[in-house]
């Protein structure tokens, strides 16, 4: 399976932006698709994950009520939407299928997309 992101950018703070990640094939109810974030000299994290059947969704606490992830069954494609951005939200963020369900652990997840970049100016 193959993931591709896109949709990152520069924007100033407390603005917008919404990710994409589309899955080459179907993405099964079972799996859980997520976004993850890392930042130059530091760890990847987790920012959000999204049940594909069902549609429960998971977040960071340092995201919450800010960012807002979801999916499109038929278009097989996860979205972050990105509000009320801020400097520290500035990373390469991923997308990433886990097939054994939710985990925020990314060693757990099987598949990666090849990253999208986020860059927020004070």
């Known amino acids: 399976v193959q993931l591709q992101a896109c949709g990152g950018g520069l924007v100033q703070a407390r603005g917008s932006l919404r990710l994409s990640c589309a899955a080459s094939?179907?993405?099964?109810?079972?799996?859980?698709m997520g976004w993850f974030r890392q930042a130059p000299g530091k760890e990847r994290e987790f920012v959000a994950a999204?049940?594909?059947?069902?549609?429960?969704?998971y977040y960071a606490d340092s995201v919450k009520g800010r960012f807002t992830v979801s999916r499109d069954n038929a278009k097989n494609t996860m979205y972050l939407q990105m509000n009320s951005l801020k400097p520290e939200d500035t990373a390469v963020y991923y997308c990433?299928?886990?097939?054994?369900?939710?985990?925020?652990?990314?060693?757990?997840?099987?598949?990666w997309g090849q990253g999208t970049e986020v860059t927020v100016s004070s």
């Open positions: 990433a299928t886990d097939t054994g369900g939710y985990s925020e652990n990314p060693s757990t997840f099987d598949w």
């Open positions: 094939r179907r993405t099964f109810s079972s799996h859980v």
């Open positions: 999204i049940r594909w059947g069902g549609g429960r969704t």
